[in-house]
């Protein structure tokens, strides 16, 4: 994703990157194939079963209702883990532009992000704004003599913090 660049709500910003749940999610999907191909040839078995023993069906049938139970709870892992990778997925809230810091590759570029931190921002251009200036009570004068000489339309230039922490130049 791109800084300034137009999203729709809902639109893909970026993609997480777990490998833990990767890991995971390869452990759940083998399984599911292991048991599968099991499940498959027990029923090849129980289709072919002239030759075989009452207590062999017997085997035969309760492996087969044990491991379909398995089968069972491995789809239920499966279904959270895929919700666990569709939470990577980072989507816009609103119809907006994006605002990312002046570094945001550099800045986040092979370093983990956590639950919480704020990489980009979304604002609405179409929405009035409002900016916030925390400046020393000393420097208000320079600012009380602009308004006095242009009027309190001003034309302001202001260095952001950024996102991060980061300055950026704006006007």
């Known amino acids: 994703m791109k800084g ?8 893909q910003l970026a993609r997480l990157e777990n490998h833990e749940l990767e890991q ?9 194939r292991e048991t599968t191909e099991r499940l498959d040839s027990l029923q090849q078995a129980k289709k072919n079963s002239r030759g075989l023993t009452e207590a062999q069906l017997a085997q035969i049938s309760g492996e087969y209702v044990q491991l379909s139970e398995r089968a069972k709870s491995l789809q239920i892992q499966k279904r ?4 666990k990778r569709k939470n990577l997925i980072v989507r816009s809230p609103i119809d907006g532009q994006v605002m990312l ?7 986040l570029m092979h370093r983990p992000v956590v639950t919480g931190q704020r990489v980009m921002t979304i604002a609405d251009p ?7 200036l925390a ?10 003599r602009a308004v006095d000489e242009f009027g309190p339309n001003l034309d ?3 260095i952001s913090a950024g996102i991060l922490g980061r300055p950026t130049m704006e006007k």
């Open 156 to 158: 302001v230039s202001y």
């Open 80 to 83: 959270l883990v895929e919700q």
């Open 24 to 32: 995971e999610w390869q452990k759940v999907f083998g399984q599911i």
């Open 101 to 107: 810091p002046w570094d945001a590759e550099q800045s």
């Open 126 to 132: 179409s929405q009035d704004w409002e900016l916030e």
């Open 4 to 11: 300034d660049q137009l999203v729709r709500q809902g639109d």
């Open 135 to 144: 400046m020393p009570e000393r420097r208000m004068g320079h600012v009380t």
